[in-house]
């Protein structure tokens, strides 16, 4: 009931736009203003499901705005649903599947770990970057999942509770961390990435690499020596030996047709990725790839392809919709006008963006975030490529809370962590964070 409530009181306050005058915005603007603070107030309450918001915004933006604006049909609206960028990240989601269903991700960790010899940092350092290496590949919620079944037994084992929680925190944000990295690492990336291109910007995959990947290395670097610092521990060895030896019998000892077809089209498909700017094939078009072989051969089930994340699917497509009805309808301009922030540097506008979403990111989803702040950053600022950028990587550094994202929310699960613990860290890695994306926007961005 109280949702129900929630949800006519957001339709009210957006309703208050139709009830004053609002100079210099048309009729569309209007509508499309209403519809973006309804959405803002459902997707930061999630009052009704995330998705369902995304639904709310098609069925406003279809119903009304082809009435207001001149020449735009309610096709504009469904056509982000289902655009590239979805496509490209149902690929990924499928890649993720086949990795996941036949354990190759844990195989691929207890490989790593078993020459770490029992070193408590180097395993810190093993566990934080495969975790961001997956995380590159296939969804960071995953890669924590899997990453925390592995490390749990490990921490049975140990008694140094400093320790453990370098040792979850490093796995956390790993997963933050890493993927920033691709496309399809995280959500925040593929949105900006499909309105940038509804913009007519088609960033391709190896393009963002170039971009994301440093600052990703070296953010993981900084981390791997900022935990230990401020959890000192005291453990000299970590006993690992008989874990590995049972865990790596029960991951290897079927090592089927089914999984050796999954790590040559993963590979497949991650090389065509890379080299689709030479191969003049869309990194989308090769996306669909792993979809085609891994469902068409039976190696994943009708299951599975029900399982992946549909609902991340939708909520991207609301996010690219609500970012077209923002452009076509004029309110990026209005935004830009009403605010001055075409006498204001652009470094101080998209610094912020930055700090919108930084804040935002901490108390609601990511992904959220992404598809609130991203249609407005891309249409407002003078380089729609540097906001999609920064907006995009600002909302996978914010690690204050287990709520800020996915990996946070399955770390403090383990109940092995505190939240002042990481507060703590999170406050220290926002900050060191958000200085290198600043700097990163005058080197690898070249927005000033």
Request: aromatic share 12%; glycine share 6%.
């Given at each position: 009931?109280?949702?129900?409530?929630?949800?006519?009181?957001?339709?009210?306050?957006?309703?208050?736009?139709?009830?004053?005058?609002?100079?210099?915005?048309?009729?569309?603007?209007?509508?499309?203003?209403?519809?973006?603070?309804?959405a803002?107030?459902l997707?930061?309450?999630?009052?009704?499901?995330?998705?369902?918001?995304?639904?709310?915004?098609?069925?406003?933006?279809?119903?009304l705005?082809?009435?207001?604006?001149?020449?735009?049909s309610?096709?504009?609206?469904?056509?982000?649903?289902?655009?590239?960028?979805?496509?490209?990240?149902?690929?990924?989601?499928?890649?993720?599947?086949?990795?996941?269903?036949?354990?190759?991700?844990?195989?691929?960790?207890?490989?790593?770990?078993?020459?770490?010899?029992?070193?408590?940092?180097?395993?810190?350092?093993?566990?934080?970057?495969?975790?961001?290496?997956?995380?590159?590949?296939?969804?960071?919620?995953?890669?924590?999942?899997?990453?925390?079944?592995?490390?749990?037994?490990?921490?049975e084992?140990?008694?140094?509770?400093?320790?453990?929680?370098?040792?979850?925190?490093?796995?956390?944000?790993?997963?933050?961390?890493?993927?920033?990295?691709?496309?399809?690492?995280?959500?925040?990336?593929?949105?900006?990435?499909?309105?940038?291109?509804?913009?007519?910007?088609d960033?391709?995959?190896?393009?963002?690499?170039?971009?994301?990947?440093?600052?990703?290395?070296?953010?993981?670097?900084?981390?791997?020596?900022?935990?230990?610092?401020?959890?000192?521990?005291?453990?000299?060895?970590?006993?690992?030996?008989?874990?590995?030896?049972?865990?790596?019998?029960?991951?290897?000892?079927?090592?089927?047709?089914?999984?050796?077809?999954?790590?040559?089209?993963?590979?497949?498909?991650?090389?065509?990725?890379?080299?689709?700017?030479?191969?003049?094939?869309?990194?989308?078009?090769?996306?669909?790839?792993?979809?085609?072989?891994?469902?068409?051969?039976?190696?994943?089930?009708?299951?599975?392809?029900?399982?992946?994340?549909?609902?991340?699917?939708?909520?991207?497509?609301?996010?690219?919709?609500?970012?077209?009805?923002?452009?076509?309808?004029?309110?990026?301009?209005?935004?830009?006008?009403t605010?001055?922030?075409?006498?204001?540097?652009?470094?101080?506008?998209?610094?912020g963006?930055?700090?919108?979403?930084?804040?935002?990111?901490?108390?609601?989803?990511?992904?959220?975030?992404?598809?609130?702040?991203?249609?407005l950053?891309?249409?407002?600022?003078?380089?729609?490529?540097?906001?999609?950028?920064?907006?995009?990587l600002?909302?996978?550094?914010?690690?204050?809370?287990?709520?800020?994202?996915?990996?946070?929310?399955?770390?403090?699960?383990?109940?092995?962590?505190?939240?002042?613990?990481?507060?703590?860290?999170?406050?220290?890695?926002?900050?060191?964070s958000?200085?290198?994306?600043?700097?990163?926007?005058?080197?690898?961005?070249?927005?000033?």
């Amino acid at each position: 009931m109280k949702k129900v409530i929630f949800v006519i009181i957001s339709l009210l306050i957006s309703s208050i736009v139709f009830f004053f005058p609002i100079p210099d915005l048309s009729e569309g603007g209007v509508i499309t203003l209403f519809i973006f603070i309804l959405a803002s107030l459902l997707w930061i309450s999630e009052a009704i499901p995330l998705y369902i918001t995304s639904f709310v915004i098609l069925i406003f933006e279809a119903l009304l705005l082809p009435h207001f604006i001149k020449g735009i049909s309610y096709k504009e609206f469904f056509f982000p649903f289902f655009s590239p960028v979805i496509v490209l990240f149902l690929g990924g989601f499928t890649i993720s599947m086949g990795l996941h269903k036949f354990k190759l991700d844990k195989l691929l960790t207890l490989k790593v770990i078993s020459y770490v010899k029992g070193r408590p940092k180097l395993l810190i350092f093993s566990f934080m970057t495969i975790t961001g290496f997956l995380s590159m590949w296939m969804s960071n919620t995953a890669a924590t999942a899997l990453m925390v079944g592995v490390v749990i037994p490990v921490l049975e084992e140990i008694k140094d509770y400093n320790y453990n929680i370098s040792l979850l925190l490093a796995i956390a944000f790993g997963a933050n961390i890493g993927g920033m990295a691709t496309p399809v690492g995280t959500p925040p990336n593929a949105i900006a990435m499909g309105i940038l291109s509804t913009r007519g910007i088609d960033i391709p995959f190896l393009e963002w690499m170039k971009n994301a990947l440093p600052i990703s290395i070296l953010l993981l670097l900084l981390t791997f020596i900022i935990l230990p610092f401020l959890f000192p521990f005291s453990i000299k060895n970590v006993p690992l030996e008989k874990f590995i030896h049972r865990e790596e019998s029960e991951v290897t000892k079927k090592f089927s047709i089914s999984k050796k077809v999954v790590i040559i089209i993963s590979l497949v498909t991650v090389i065509l990725w890379l080299l689709s700017e030479w191969i003049k094939v869309s990194s989308t078009i090769i996306a669909i790839l792993p979809i085609i072989v891994l469902f068409g051969s039976g190696i994943l089930s009708v299951d599975d392809f029900n399982s992946l994340g549909w609902d991340i699917l939708i909520l991207m497509g609301g996010g690219l919709s609500l970012s077209r009805a923002i452009e076509v309808s004029g309110v990026s301009n209005w935004i830009v006008t009403t605010l001055g922030l075409n006498h204001v540097s652009e470094i101080y506008v998209l610094l912020g963006f930055m700090a919108i979403t930084i804040i935002l990111t901490n108390f609601i989803a990511n992904t959220t975030t992404a598809a609130l702040i991203l249609p407005l950053a891309v249409t407002v600022f003078k380089s729609p490529v540097a906001a999609g950028y920064v907006v995009a990587l600002s909302a996978s550094i914010s690690m204050l809370l287990p709520v800020s994202t996915p990996p946070n929310a399955i770390v403090y699960g383990t109940r092995k962590i505190p939240i002042r613990a990481m507060m703590k860290a999170g406050i220290v890695t926002i900050i060191i964070s958000a200085t290198i994306l600043f700097i990163a926007m005058n080197t690898f961005l070249k927005i000033t």
